[in-house]
Nanobody, 124 residues
């Protein structure tokens, strides 16, 4: 069982940046062997895929809506995965979730472990 914790959300103006972190707190917990995906859910909408990174950090993939603005990276020494969000738009407003799993892909069902989410609000 891996429990995940997101942090770094907040309120930012359009055009600004935020960096979200995803960690697995607790002794013996590790994200290092897992593919980690980021998802988001805006009010009144279904949760959607944002991006994903392999366990090694060697490959990433992004939703078209964030490509070129968002970057996922990981520091396995710190047991943490990051979502750097630049050029934020009001439509990026959502609760952002990280998720860990053994498989690569965009589908929520591929990820066994989920965080509680962190709110990102982008004002116009």
């Amino acid at each position: 069982q891996v429990q995940l914790a997101e942090s770094g959300g907040g309120l930012v103006q359009a055009g600004g940046s935020l960096r979200l972190s995803c960690a697995a707190p607790g002794r013996g917990r590790t994200l290092n062997r897992y593919t980690v995906g980021w998802f988001r859910q805006a009010p009144g909408k279904d949760r959607e895929f944002v991006g994903v990174i392999t366990w090694s950090g060697g490959s990433t993939e992004y939703a078209d809506s964030v490509k070129g603005r968002f970057t996922i990276s990981r520091d396995n020494a710190k047991n943490t995965v990051y979502l750097q969000m630049n050029s934020l738009k009001p439509e990026d407003t959502a609760v952002y979730y990280c998720a860990a799993g053994d498989s690569w892909g965009r589908y929520e069902s591929l990820y066994a472990y989920w965080g509680q989410g962190t709110q990102v609000t982008v004002s116009s």
